[in-house]
């Protein structure tokens, strides 16, 4: 499959290139794609809010510099090629010529600018553009990034989801701030994506439609896009089963999947979520009571089977993850101090830290969950421990803001935890280890970790230009995490995208759904 | 005139009513750890705290307790329900663009509820040991005891699933070309199966009620005359005491319409209904305030409008009270 993507992408890219010439498996023209979202988006703009739901629909109205593909090389979009200089302190994009938005106006290096500062100013990920100082723009297909330090991680932020191109003359007529509230985020939403909006009914569906000036020529090949809004899971599931739904992403309920797996004519695959990098973990609160001992929190990961989680618990669907960076991603290194259960070990190791067993148990500690679909997890999680003589109470949140709050006070012992990587590491990792991030809300360094040599590594990590160095600096990283564990590592979130046979070219890059699917058809 | 009179008093008790559950509900929501903020985080994939901070400044969550209060009951003095947090609009709009749903899915439900129901009791109390009878109350028990939302995907499973006859979600199938009839076929399709679902609960109460009531009407002296009379069996049944014994069984109908509305937000949830009932679902999951308590403010309005209908039909049916001013 990867292989037929990769060739698709090739040729496509060849068949605008060289104008008229066939492509190897020729995509057909036209047809309404149905597809589906998870939840309600609370805005279509991808520059004032990221977010897997927000993406799908951003990706398709509004277009980025860049785009990947499933190798993390960067491809040509708006920008029809770019060029960082050596001291990496200036990025120059040379945008395509024939690029309009969907009012008919020329999208200019001037929209780059301003979209830049709309998302400097709303965006909530603020580590994406913060060393970009001003966009120059020589002229109006040149757009000149100017950093206040080499920025690697930018590269990816100028795809798919995390940079839409806004027109300046739509949403620029009030204060910047303000575009986070503009009132054609939701409707008349003008961008210049493969597709444009035909409607956005809150609780029902998007409704997009081709953009026919869409700069790359010949695409997008659908004629419609309709993304039906269907939050409950069992809906979801006998839609996708009975065929009301070609195409849907992001699916990380195991019993949905694995029931998925066996209906004919349905294509279920984990493939294509290496960005958005989600997994899942068991946060240690490194500040409270036994768990400021290594030995500790190295007991409580030999005592925690990672295999019966991933077997039994993710039903086979989730893969493992050992470090805070996803196995997809080129910068994920496997071979660090990993942790198979060894009771043994996981007592010896309490003994030493001082907690002897009395009265049956040495001590106690909580552990808590947002959300009721890892409740196993932590109710696992408490008998596990129970065999090391750790007496775990399981704390409830009514909802995610009570468990929110929780977090972001370090109002916690233990805490079952989902991330995403968001790309760079330096966007959707670092903040979980530096230590001048902690205790700031939910998804920061709620575990309070502070070790000086992780936060060297990570600032050099962040300006390193030179990929094999930046490489072996994550590499160090990596080490140090799996040995001091702020967070014991399990598995990813076993996201998957559902297609039916009938949906060619299905979005299986690194973006997941996030990202232009200019390219994905229907067979007749 | 008195009728006029007792509604003005039953519409100045609602208001005040619904100032006092808007208040403790504001406060209620208040007194909750977390905020929004946290949930707009979470739909995000996470935010710096300055974008928190930012966030809890514009919609001023910042601000303590009272001034909070004051401003959000300042606004609903001038009929503003104010601006949805999650969903950067004015929840008015919300909350108009579902209201129709909900009207139909829970105005169906009831109709088919109080008509199915009254039928089955009926059936069974003319045969109180027969067969028809054991059915009636065993299917009526079932509706009551199974869960909505076990009764919906059990019927999902059915008739989306194995035998494909109606579809999985939503309200409408925007794919489907043609005329205002194709459509409202479209709609009724969607209808079918969350209307049924939300009928099954009520269903068993109606039923119930209705034999009950059927059985004690059919052994007073008055149905006995009738019968002494010699009027047929079907006329003495039907136009006799039928009437009498709708009268419990729709009176029980209006107290129950709080509970076809809450009963809505779990149908729907399962169906995708977009309608009311999953917005108050996932607002009261984003930690909304200005959104549910708009939805509770227009649920309220729903069901003094559904009390106030029960009071008209129940004086078409039952002439003594159309003297009485309550």
């Known amino acids: 499959m990867k292989h037929l993507v990769k060739g698709m992408i090739v040729s496509t890219v060849l068949a605008t290139i060289v104008a008229g010439h066939a492509v190897a498996d020729d995509p057909v023209r036209g047809g309404t794609l149905i597809t589906v979202l998870g939840s309600n988006p609370r805005t279509l703009n991808g520059a004032v809010q990221s977010g897997i739901v927000t993406g799908y629909p951003t990706a398709q109205l509004f277009a980025s510099p860049l785009r990947y593909d499933e190798d993390w090389t960067p491809q040509p979009y708006l920008a029809e090629s770019w060029d960082v200089s050596d001291d990496g302190l200036t990025v120059t994009l040379n945008l395509v010529k024939n690029a309009v938005f969907h009012d008919g106006q020329p999208l200019t290096s001037a929209d780059i600018a301003f979209s830049v500062e709309v998302i400097k100013a709303n965006h909530p990920f603020k580590t994406m553009f913060a060393p970009v100082e001003t966009v120059e723009t020589p002229d109006e297909h040149t757009a000149v990034l100017k950093l206040s330090r080499p920025h690697p991680a930018l590269m990816l932020a100028m795809s798919g989801q995390l940079m839409s191109i806004l027109p300046r003359h739509i949403y620029g007529d009030g204060p910047i701030e303000a575009v986070k509230t503009h009132p054609r985020n939701n409707e008349n939403v003008v961008g210049s994506g493969p597709f444009k909006l035909v409607e956005f009914k809150n609780g029902e569906h998007v409704i997009l439609e081709r953009f026919d000036d869409f700069f790359i020529e010949g695409r997008p090949y659908l004629d419609k896009i309709v993304m039906r809004i269907i939050p409950d899971i069992a809906a979801r599931t006998i839609a996708y089963e009975n065929g009301e739904l070609h195409m849907g992403a992001f699916e990380s309920n195991p019993q949905m999947v694995n029931r998925l797996k066996k209906v004919d004519g349905l294509v279920v695959t984990p493939e294509g979520y290496g960005a958005i990098g989600p997994l899942d973990w068991l946060a240690m609160n490194t500040q409270r009571g036994p768990l400021k001992d290594v030995r500790v929190r190295k007991a409580i990961a030999y005592a925690v089977d990672k295999n019966f989680i991933q077997k039994a618990l993710m039903q086979g669907t989730a893969a493992d993850s050992r470090t805070g960076i996803h196995p997809d991603s080129p910068f994920y290194f496997s071979e660090v101090e990993i942790y198979d259960v060894d009771l043994e070990k996981a007592n010896s190791l309490l003994d030493e830290a001082g907690y002897p067993v009395q009265d049956g148990k040495r001590f106690d500690l909580t552990i808590d969950f947002g959300w009721p679909g890892v409740k196993p997890q932590v109710e696992y999680v408490r008998a596990a421990l129970k065999k090391i003589g750790i007496a775990v109470e399981v704390r409830a949140s009514a909802d995610f803001p009570t468990w929110a709050k929780r977090m972001g006070e370090m109002d916690f012992d233990m805490s079952w935890d989902t991330v995403f990587n968001w790309g760079d590491p330096v966007i959707g990792v670092h903040r979980t280890y530096v230590s001048d991030n902690v205790g700031k809300g939910v998804w920061s360094n709620t575990q309070g970790y502070a070790n000086s040599r992780v936060d060297e590594i990570l600032a050099m990590a962040a300006v390193e230009s030179d990929a094999e160095k930046r490489k072996a600096l994550y590499k160090e990283f990596q080490t140090i995490i799996a040995d001091e564990l702020p967070v014991y590592h399990t598995n990813t979130l076993p996201y998957h995208t559902i297609y039916s046979g009938k949906v060619g070219n299905p979005p299986l890059g690194i973006w997941g759904t996030s990202t232009p699917i200019d390219m994905t058809y229907l067979k007749d | ?326």
Do not use: C
């Not at chain 2, 919609?59 to 300042?74: A, I, N, T």
């Not at chain 2, 319409?257 to 999953?278: D, H, K, Q, R, Y």
């Not at chain 2, 227009?298 to 049916?317: C, E, Q, Y």
């Open chain 2, 1 to 326: 005139m008195r009728v006029f009179q007792s509604l003005l008093i039953r519409i100045f008790y609602a208001v005040i009513l619904l100032t006092a559950v808007l208040i403790l509900n504001f406060s209620l929501m208040y007194l909750a750890p977390g905020d929004v903020a946290d949930t707009i985080s979470q739909s995000m994939g996470g935010a710096d705290q300055e974008v928190l901070d930012q966030i809890r400044a514009d919609y001023g969550l910042d601000q303590p307790f009272l001034v909070q209060l004051g401003r959000y009951v300042g606004r609903i003095l001038h009929f503003d329900l104010g601006y949805s947090f999650f969903y950067n609009d004015p929840v008015t709009k919300l909350i108009l663009e579902r209201l129709p749903a909900t009207l139909l899915l829970v105005f169906t439900a009831q109709i088919l509820a109080l008509v199915v129901g009254v039928v089955l009791g009926v059936i069974s109390a003319r045969q109180p040991n027969g067969i028809a009878s054991h059915f009636v109350t065993m299917l009526a028990l079932f509706g009551y005891s199974a869960p909505v939302f076990w009764t919906g995907i059990l019927l999902l499973i059915v008739f989306s699933l194995k035998i494909p006859w109606f579809p999985v979600a939503g309200m409408q199938d925007v794919t489907i070309e043609g005329g205002f009839m194709a459509h409202a076929l479209d709609v009724l399709r969607h209808l079918v199966l969350p209307a049924i679902t939300l009928a099954s609960i009520f269903l068993a109460l109606y039923s119930r009620l209705a034999r009950a009531t059927m059985l004690e009407t059919l052994g007073s002296d008055y149905v006995r005359t009738a019968k002494a009379k010699g009027l047929p069996e079907r006329h003495v049944v039907y136009k006799h005491a039928l009437k009498n014994a709708l009268s419990p069984v729709i009176t029980l109908a209006g107290l129950q319409f709080s509970a076809v509305v809450s009963g809505a937000v779990l149908v729907e949830t399962v169906f995708s209904w977009p309608g009311l009932g999953t917005l108050a679902f996932h607002s009261i999951i984003a930690r909304d305030t200005p959104t549910i308590l708009g939805i509770l403010f227009f649920s309220a309005l729903v069901v003094i409008v559904g009390n106030l209908l029960t009071d008209l039909v129940l004086r078409m049916i039952d002439p003594r009270l159309r003297g009485r001013g309550a």
